[in-house]
């Protein structure tokens, strides 16, 4: 039996296969052809001084990079690291959390930034893309403002620091200094207003734990941590003298 069956199975599938394919062909021949993409190379496409793809790449790099520049071309570096300090000097942990001060510092990065970053589109990159200026000269022109911004903000000293790491001896003006250097020197002095700033919160809570440890030890309640006992008072304190309004207005008047 098998060997009756298998040529009629042998026929059957030629036979399919031969209606098959005389279709394909039809439906390949009445198919609408693809237009044909344009020749594409490194050096331009069109009158583009880059190719489309190495346009592309160049995108997307830039994308990865707006974290990085987040972090240490804005103010957000010396605002989350006082809401940070705040924080820990309150003792309350993990409250508010991470998510929440993230937050906070991004909207307060916002507002401090926003003269910044209109100045920038209204000298800059409005006119790029209306076609009057060319890339070098709106780039320029942006970047002006962040740069007075950081200059502001760049204490001497640490100016120095980091030209003398470069080479350097000194800068005839502030527009001959190198954007390297300039970015170093202002992300170390946020750090280090941050953590004046820092120093002044705690300075409150300090007093009060030490006020209650002193009550403790005086009533004979050595067994009893005073971190607990001072926090309630360190949040009633914080509460009644408006701290997260005195903080935030304070961070946002902190910068010239």
């Known amino acids: 039996m098998p060997r009756r069956t298998r040529p009629r199975w042998i026929a059957l599938v030629t036979l399919v296969l031969g209606l098959l394919l005389p279709l394909c062909a039809t439906a390949a021949a009445g198919a609408p052809q693809l237009p ?9 496409i ?28 804005t103010a957000f570096t010396r605002i989350i690291v006082v809401l940070a ?3 820990q000097a309150m003792g309350t942990g993990q409250t ?10 991004l909207f307060l990065t916002a507002l401090v930034m926003t003269p910044v970053w209109e100045a920038a589109w209204a000298n800059g990159f409005a006119p790029y893309l209306d076609g009057r200026i060319d890339f070098r000269t709106a780039w320029d022109l942006g970047t002006a403002p962040l740069r007075g911004f950081m200059l502001a903000q760049v204490r001497e000293t640490d100016l120095m620091t980091f030209a003398g790491l470069a ?10 200094v190198p954007f390297q250097v300039l970015v170093a020197s202002f992300v170390t002095s946020e750090l280090k207003t941050a953590f004046e700033i820092g120093f002044l919160i705690f300075i409150p809570f300090i007093i009060i734990d030490l006020v209650v440890a002193s009550v403790l030890m005086s009533m004979g309640m050595m067994m ?19 701290g997260w309004v005195l903080t935030v207005g304070t961070l946002a008047a902190s910068f010239n």
Not at 36 to 44: E, F, K, N, Y
């Open 224 to 242: 009893l941590s005073p971190m607990l006992v001072s926090a309630p008072f360190k949040i009633l304190l914080f509460v009644l003298v408006d």
């Open 46 to 73: 069109g009158n583009a001084p880059v190719s489309l793809p190495l346009q592309t790449l160049l995108l997307m790099t830039a994308i990865t990079l707006i974290p990085s520049m987040l972090l240490v071309l």
């Open 85 to 87: 300090l705040l924080r």
């Open 167 to 176: 080479g350097h001896s000194t800068y005839a003006g502030p527009n001959d």
């Open 36 to 44: 044909t993409l344009p020749d594409v190379t490194v050096g331009q």
């Open 96 to 105: 508010p959390s991470n998510q929440v001060l993230v937050g906070l510092a």
